[in-house]
């Protein structure tokens, strides 16, 4: 970091960890959406993009995903397990280097769901800002009557 002596000081560096939590916003069979915030300090440079790693279950270690464009705080990982706990952890980039990364709490489940807007009452809503509630259900349930 470098801080010139004036009366405004200027930081300059890597940005800040990007601001959490991160948030599963879709989950399918096999993809999981996520979700974060910009970081408050971009370390004097704007933020160039963000980079996504996961994690299986109780492995050690995080793999790349993907690297998003500069203002895109949302991504979907694609080809996970059906069933498999994913973490995940984002860092963000300018021109000076990466954040520290800011990693998921909770685990994300891949898992068949179905959706219903409790406003609409339709699988897949964009017209209202709606929760969308996800149900589980068992075949069995489905067929008992």
């Known amino acids: 970091m470098l801080c010139l002596i004036s009366p405004f000081c200027v930081v ?48 050690h270690t ?19 397990n059906e069933g498999k706990d994913y973490y995940f952890r984002v860092y963000a980039e300018n021109k000076y280097g990466r954040s520290p990364a800011l990693e998921s709490k909770e685990p994300a489940t891949p898992k068949r769901t179905l959706g219903i807007c409790v406003k609409h009452h339709c699988g897949n809503c964009k017209n209202c800002n709606q929760a969308i509630v996800f149900v589980s259900c068992k075949w069995s349930d489905l067929c008992a009557g």
Request: charged share 25%; net charge positive.
């Open 12 to 59: 300059i560096g890597p940005p800040a960890v990007p601001t959490g939590p991160i948030k599963c916003t879709q989950i399918t069979r096999d993809s999981v959406t996520i979700q974060w915030k910009a970081p408050k300090e971009d370390g004097g440079s704007r933020i160039t993009g963000y980079i996504v790693e996961k994690k299986e279950g109780l492995r």
């Open 62 to 80: 995080y793999v790349h995903v993907s690297k998003t464009l500069s203002e895109e705080t949302t991504l979907t990982v694609l080809g996970l």
